[in-house]
């Protein structure tokens, strides 16, 4: 019988190194932050993706989710192109 392997989140699960785990773990949060604001405004994607500079597949990429297609510093200029300021703040792991 195999043991099966427990995570403290689906990111360590993913991730080979807790430093890759952080980094998908800031990236998810920051995307879903940036999304929960498109809905609060009521964009569609074209509209978001005017006020982000970036194309409507890359939107829809974003609302969707897919945390591998961006980085930190692609979601940062995203969220700063929609008048939002990015603070980061480290806790005790």
């Known amino acids: 019988m195999s043991r099966k392997e427990s995570y403290d989140s689906v990111w360590d699960a993913l991730a080979d190194t807790p430093?890759?785990?952080a980094n998908l773990r800031a990236r998810a949060e920051l995307m879903q932050q940036?999304?929960?604001i498109i809905a609060e405004n009521g964009?569609?994607?074209?509209?978001?993706?005017?006020?982000?500079?970036?194309?409507?597949p890359r939107m829809n990429d974003l609302l969707r989710g897919r945390v591998s297609r961006f980085s930190l510093d692609a979601l940062v200029n995203i969220a700063t192109a929609i008048g939002r300021r990015v603070h980061v703040e480290l806790e005790a792991a």
């Open 43 to 56: 964009w569609t994607q074209a509209d978001a993706a005017a006020r982000c500079g970036v194309t409507q």
């Open 19 to 21: 430093e890759q785990a």
């Open 34 to 36: 940036i999304a929960a």
